[in-house]
């Protein structure tokens, strides 16, 4: 069965380095999603990427986020200058449509330490 | 007012109950709804989708919708200790899909 797959499974950066997370969405799925999880906290929404552009994205996407589809299979999240209140899980998504009915499967994260 | 409310527990149940998992949500034009679940340190899992109003079954699995009251739930038959997870529910929003989480019920279930 096809799944999402995420590298690297964890990753420990100092505040202030740039960290680029990677994703291999499902091969026929053309919507795809960030969102992170702080430890404890609820699964929280970043942003949504379609056509090689961003759909919609949250307030917690300021500007040190950007995100990019590298060639025609990954998705990445880059952080140009990680703080410490960026330490969470970071799980990519993806679904093969959009609107009311999509149902998206998560890949198995990467959690992110910012020392 | 929180978007997406659960009760987060933890909800214990004995081996081969029936555990009910329940959800509300503030936006009354949502439409669609998912139950996830997450054990510790792992990703949100798709358990179920509900999109109208009454009861889906899946196996165990029972999602039940009522736009009205603005509440979802979720019944887990002959609950089982590898069901102990958290339950996230899930609301779709926005014209891209993406979803607002409650915060979920962790539930235990003791053999």
């Known amino acids: 069965e096809p799944e999402v797959t995420q590298t690297p499974s964890h990753q420990v950066t100092q505040m202030g380095q740039e960290v680029i997370l990677r994703c291999v969405p499902i091969?026929?799925?053309?919507?795809f999603y960030w969102y992170r999880q702080i430890l404890g906290q609820k699964v929280e929404f970043l942003v949504s990427f379609y056509n090689n552009e961003i759909s919609e994205k949250s307030e917690i996407f300021d500007d040190q986020f950007s995100v990019e589809r590298p060639d025609g299979s990954n998705f990445t999240l880059k952080i140009r200058s990680t703080k410490l209140e960026d330490s969470a899980m970071y799980f990519c998504?993806?679904?093969?449509?959009?609107?009311?009915?999509?149902?998206?499967?998560f890949g198995p994260g990467t959690r992110l330490t910012v020392l | 007012q929180k978007e997406v409310e659960q009760n987060s527990g933890p909800l214990s149940v004995p081996e081969g109950a029936i555990a009910s998992l329940n959800c509300t949500y503030s936006?009354?034009?949502?439409?669609?709804f998912f139950w996830y679940r997450q054990y510790s340190g792992k990703s949100p899992e798709l358990i179920m989708s509900i999109y109208s109003n009454g009861d889906k079954e899946d196996g165990r699995f029972t999602a039940q919708l009522n736009k009205a009251s603005q509440y979802v739930s979720l019944l887990i038959r002959d609950s089982q200790p590898s069901d102990s997870a958290t339950y996230l529910c899930a609301v779709y929003k926005g014209s891209q899909g993406n979803l607002i989480f409650g915060k979920g019920t962790k539930l235990s279930v003791k053999p």
């Open positions: 936006d009354r034009v949502s439409q669609s």
């Open positions: 091969s026929n799925h053309l919507y």
């Open positions: 998504a993806s679904t093969r449509t959009s609107g009311s009915y999509n149902e998206q499967f």
